[in-house]
């Protein structure tokens, strides 16, 4: 459980005192009591993982004293850079985190033809959700999110882009690239499939047509895990 962590907006110092909602994680939920040991990690400062160890509780803060701290980066050992086209944003929040677990180190969301345009991205949220899910699986580098405006740019700027879409060609379990698009609901276009028809394009093995935010989901974990 060493690399389990609770986030900091600030460097911690040579005592700490924690109250209000982690307090109540810490102490309700993890069930930590005096003695126990607790990792850390300032927003500022990802890279440093800080050790305190608890010295006294009351009813509703608890008090560390600092008795570590040391250089520690925990991350996938491969790099996966998704292109995903826009879809509904409960549907991206659903998945986030799994995604930030497996280890997808960026995601590009791309206005695709068939995106629906009133769907609104709201990155505030989506860094919390990655903040909660970072804490419990101990991540410590944040995942990076851009947008595109088209497809085509998006190909541009990654022209070994790999293509998920249907097709004969079925990805191998030994497959390895850095960056794969994924269409949204409905695929990409005639004239995206027209703009695409020279990247190298595969399909998983199933026979069942995957939800976009499926696909994502099992690519990554085909080429991360």
């Excluded at 102490?27 to 500022?44: C, L, M, N, Q, T």
């Amino acid at each position: 459980m060493d690399l389990i962590y609770i986030l900091l907006d600030e460097t911690p110092k040579e005592r700490l005192s924690i109250k209000g909602e982690q307090f109540k994680y810490l102490v309700k939920v993890r069930r930590h009591s005096v003695g126990d040991e607790v990792a850390f990690r300032a927003k500022e400062q990802m890279s440093v993982l800080y050790k305190y160890k608890i010295v006294d509780i009351d009813a509703r803060s608890l008090s560390l004293e600092k008795i570590s701290s040391k250089t520690k980066e925990l991350k996938s050992k491969k790099s996966l850079h998704i292109g995903w086209c826009i879809i509904d944003s409960k549907s991206i929040e659903k998945v986030l985190a799994s995604l930030n677990e497996i280890g997808v180190e960026k995601i590009s969301f791309i206005n695709c033809d068939r995106s629906q345009r009133n769907f609104k991205l709201d990155f505030k949220r989506f860094e919390r959700i990655l903040e909660a899910s970072m804490q419990q699986c101990g991540r410590s580098l944040y995942m990076k999110f851009d947008t595109y405006r088209c497809v085509e740019d998006f190909i541009n700027d990654f022209p070994q882009t790999k293509v998920f879409d249907f097709c004969e060609k079925t990805l191998e379990d030994s497959s390895e690239f850095e960056t794969v698009l994924i269409g949204c609901e409905g695929g990409f276009s005639d004239d995206e499939k027209t703009l695409l028809a020279s990247q190298e394009v595969f399909r998983l093995q199933t026979p069942m047509v995957l939800r976009s935010e499926s696909a994502v989901m099992a690519v990554a974990s085909k080429i991360l895990l």
